[in-house]
C-alpha cells in the first residue's frame, strides 16, 4: 500500500489532524473587535503558508522536470 506523508496546517492546540499528520504547521490567528461588539479572527496565516508552499512545490516540480531533459 502506497502511505501519502499527511500535512497539517492548524491552529496552535492539540487537535486530531495535527496528531496524525507525518508534519504539521502551527499558525496563529489574529483577533479583531469589531465595532459592534462581535469578534473576527483573521486567516491570513494560511493564505500566505498555502501560497508560499504551491510556489516552492512549482519550483521543485520544475527544477525536476530541467533536470530529466
Do not use: D, R
Amino acid at each position: 500500500m502506497h502511505h501519502t506523508p499527511i500535512i497539517s496546517i492548524t491552529k496552535m492546540n492539540n487537535n486530531y489532524l495535527a496528531s496524525v499528520a507525518n508534519y504539521s504547521l502551527y499558525g496563529y490567528n489574529s483577533k479583531y473587535n469589531l465595532i459592534n461588539g462581535k469578534t473576527y479572527e483573521s486567516n491570513f496565516f494560511y493564505y500566505v503558508i498555502i501560497e508560499i508552499l504551491f510556489i516552492k512545490f512549482s519550483e521543485y516540480i520544475i527544477t525536476k522536470n530541467l533536470e530529466l531533459e
